[in-house]
């Protein structure tokens, strides 16, 4: 049964019981790789351990000519130490790691724009291709869009088939240059990506097969009803924001808070697909005055139209009293998703068990707003919860170039941006070819010049009589 929170502190003792539960019990990934880009030292931020990525170590990460370290001035005492440092590219650069594991893997970047006084960060700008997805294009190291300054984290899911991932970095000028402050890629767990979802139009509802092999990239994780999760609270490192920035209609809805067990069970959402701190709070319709309200609970996102999205959406029943008694609608861009949901049927009949669908759906609205919502059903009852939602996520798709942002293939960045040591190169043999050439020609003119010098005139063949008579008068 859910409870509403009693008092603050009772929240944060339950809440760091969960941490230690969570930790306890931590999700050990076949491949993890953790690195402190530019620093000299090794830096640990949430019990993890992020290790140098410089050549002078035994694992030399990235192949590059033109790296610069750098470390920031006076950054914030309370600022992470893999934002203190990063490393900055002038040249295109690219770090490899071994993977021994096939299959989707968490790619996650980590820039910070910090003060220096060695260079201006205003000035970058550059691309990213991972395994062949361009999953940055003309990037700054901030969001154009975001009014919030600080720390960036952008995450990807690469299929990984190759025994490698491949991270390039390319400016995108000559006068311009690349950096990352950390990098993380990690092997996932097998269940975090199905590779059916459901997909929905203005036409209805279908299958979309071949989820798994597409790149993604994470652009909201959201906690429904409930406070910030942090890394430190998710097996999988990950961070889950509040919905209240998000979250548009729904009078009548309540928040609620659940402080029991989340009961994971084989075929449902296990721990890496969600946390228990973001089962254990939810947003609920209820049934008031012994009527079923007509309202539903909305959530609009700012996307970026012309890609599909893959939208999990989390739900545990933590609010019902009995089994067999919450049924509700799905909404997604104001079509019907799914029709008399019965969460008690997917859960094998279990309270407080998680459970997610996934759908997928192209953004082709020109208000570039995505809409998600939950109400409730014809078959919903009086007197109990009509609907309820946990948790969102939202994942854009590759699009057909292979590209997560825009419309540039891969092979065309790299092409344009080749190697400026090439370059120098080149125009270094092509100053020498000129130099030959020029001695050559200057060569051959003297030859010339001196043949001619040496040649006898007309006059010579002149029989000297014929010169005496022509001077007779």
């Not at 096939?102 to 201006?120: A, C, E, P, W």
């Not at 068990?353 to 609205?365: G, H, I, L, T």
């Amino acid at each position: 049964m859910a409870t509403p929170p009693t008092s603050i502190g009772f929240r944060l003792l339950i809440s760091f019981l969960f941490s230690l539960f969570v930790v306890s019990v931590s999700f050990s990934p076949a491949d993890e790789y953790l690195l402190d880009c530019g620093s000299a030292v090794d830096s640990t931020v949430d019990n993890r351990r992020f290790v140098v990525d410089s050549p002078a170590s035994n694992a030399a990460f990235f192949s590059s000519d033109g790296s610069i370290s750098l470390r920031a001035v006076d950054p914030s005492p309370n600022l992470p130490q893999i934002y203190r440092t990063a490393r900055v590219f002038t040249r295109p650069a690219k770090y490899e790691f071994n993977v021994g594991e096939k299959g989707t893997h968490l790619v996650r970047l980590h820039f910070h724009r910090f003060n220096s006084s060695k260079i201006d960060f205003s000035e970058a700008e550059f691309h990213v291709v991972v395994n062949g997805y361009v999953v940055l294009r003309n990037f700054s190291g901030e969001d154009e869009s975001s009014t919030k300054f600080g720390p960036r984290v952008r995450e990807f899911l690469i299929w990984v088939d190759v025994g490698k991932v491949v991270i390039r970095l390319v400016p995108s000028k000559d006068s311009k240059f690349a950096f990352v402050n950390a990098i993380e890629v990690i092997s996932a767990p097998r269940d975090l990506i199905a590779d059916v979802a459901t997909s929905v139009s203005h036409d209805g509802t279908g299958k979309y097969k071949g989820l798994i092999h597409q790149g993604m990239e994470v652009v909201y994780r959201i906690n429904v009803g409930g406070q910030k999760v942090t890394p430190f609270n998710d097996t999988l490192w990950r961070t889950w924001v509040p919905d209240d920035e998000f979250f548009k209609t729904g009078e009548g809805s309540d928040k609620i808070y659940f402080s029991s067990r989340i009961k994971y069970r084989a075929g449902g959402a296990s721990r890496e697909v969600g946390p228990d701190n973001v089962y254990n709070t939810a947003r609920v319709v209820k049934s008031r005055n012994r009527s079923v309200p007509q309202v539903n609970m909305t959530w609009e996102f700012p996307v970026t139209k012309g890609y599909k999205y893959l939208i999990r959406m989390h739900f545990c029943d933590i609010a019902s009293m009995s089994l067999g008694m919450l049924y509700f609608n799905v909404y997604i861009n104001g079509n019907l998703a799914y029709q008399d949901f019965d969460i008690s049927y997917f859960t094998d009949y279990m309270l407080a068990s998680p459970f997610y669908m996934d759908f997928v759906v192209e953004v082709d609205d020109p208000s570039d707003l995505m809409s998600i919502g939950v109400g409730p059903s014809s078959k919903s009852v009086e007197n109990a919860v009509d609907a309820i939602l946990n948790a969102v996520e939202i994942m854009k798709m590759n699009n057909s170039m292979g590209s997560l942002d825009g419309d540039i293939p891969a092979e065309m960045i790299l092409s344009r941006c080749p190697n400026r040591r090439n370059i120098s190169t080149l125009i270094s043999v092509m100053a020498f070819m000129c130099i030959l050439t020029s001695v050559y020609i200057v060569a051959r003119r003297r030859r010339v010049r001196d043949g001619f010098g040496w040649s006898k005139l007309p006059v010579d063949d002149v029989p000297s009589d014929d010169l005496k008579a022509s001077r007779r008068p």
